[in-house]
């Protein structure tokens, strides 16, 4: 049996631009992979066989070297010579970095959000966060990690800063394999209180508060992890990148 991939999830509208990738199978099995991951069900380390992984979409090797190596240029996979694909596994190092780093620059974001943001824009960013909402209610921990991750990653869009945006996604992308790694809390990586609090920020077009709020919420996410030992997620290749329910 081959599984189908769509792209119909809104967080990864612009997904496409990431990867570099026209639209097409491809395209398709990437954002189904990234999907994977950054819900926590692909554990950062699995080896993504390529004739594994052609056998679940029922794609040539050709059609997902491409994608796994599109995947590997975001830094979500690993490209190990004479052994294959590999979900990346950021080290302690990085964890740190990638939490420092998205101290130093989501904050800018974030203001520059609050001075740019339309009425649609803050509808848009409140029916995300309803969304991330559902997921905690229904007990689906995975997406709600992810889009708790891709609402930063909306706000970064907001602020219409390129640069800033896709250094925002790289960083996001790197976080979800380090929470899957050394998260220690039995809540999901971003509490609903701070992106209400960023909401707020944003109603009032408050460019310091959100600055303020940004900074506050990235030292907690920091805070939360356990960089002492790693968590282990046991699901096979096939149950992991199946249809979404």
Not at 63 to 78: F, P, Y
Not at 130 to 144: K, S, T, V
Not at 184 to 205: I, M, V
Request: charged share 25%; aromatic share 4%; with cysteine.
């Amino acid at each position: 049996m081959t599984i189908s991939v769509t792209a119909s999830d809104p967080s990864q509208t612009t997904l496409h631009e990431v990867f570099a990738l026209p639209p097409g199978r491809t395209l398709e099995i990437c954002l189904n992979i990234q999907a994977a991951i950054l819900e926590h069900k692909l554990a950062p380390g699995v080896k993504l066989s390529e004739d594994e992984v052609g056998e679940i979409y029922g794609a040539s090797r050709t059609v997902v070297r491409a994608a796994l190596q599109a995947l590997a240029h975001s830094g979500l996979i690993s490209m190990i010579k004479n052994r294959g694909a590999y979900v990346a596994k950021p080290t302690i190092r990085e964890a740190h970095e990638v939490f420092q780093a998205r101290a130093l620059i989501e904050p800018a974001v974030a203001r520059l959000a609050a001075d740019a943001i339309t009425e649609t824009q803050l509808a848009d960013l409140k029916a995300h966060l309803d969304a991330e909402h559902a997921a905690i209610h229904a007990a689906d921990m995975g997406r709600a990690l992810m889009l708790s991750g891709s609402f930063h990653t909306a706000i970064a869009e907001i602020a219409d800063h390129r640069i800033f945006t896709g250094m925002v996604r790289s960083l996001i992308s790197r976080s979800s394999l380090i929470i899957a790694l050394y998260w220690k809390r039995s809540d999901t990586a971003c509490e609903s209180h701070s992106h209400h609090a960023l909401l707020d920020a944003f109603e009032k077009r408050d460019g310091a508060e959100a600055e303020q709020v940004q900074k506050s919420h990235i030292i907690d996410l920091h805070s939360g992890l356990d960089l002492r030992g790693e968590q282990v997620l046991n699901r096979s290749l096939r149950d992991a990148l199946g249809p979404r329910k």
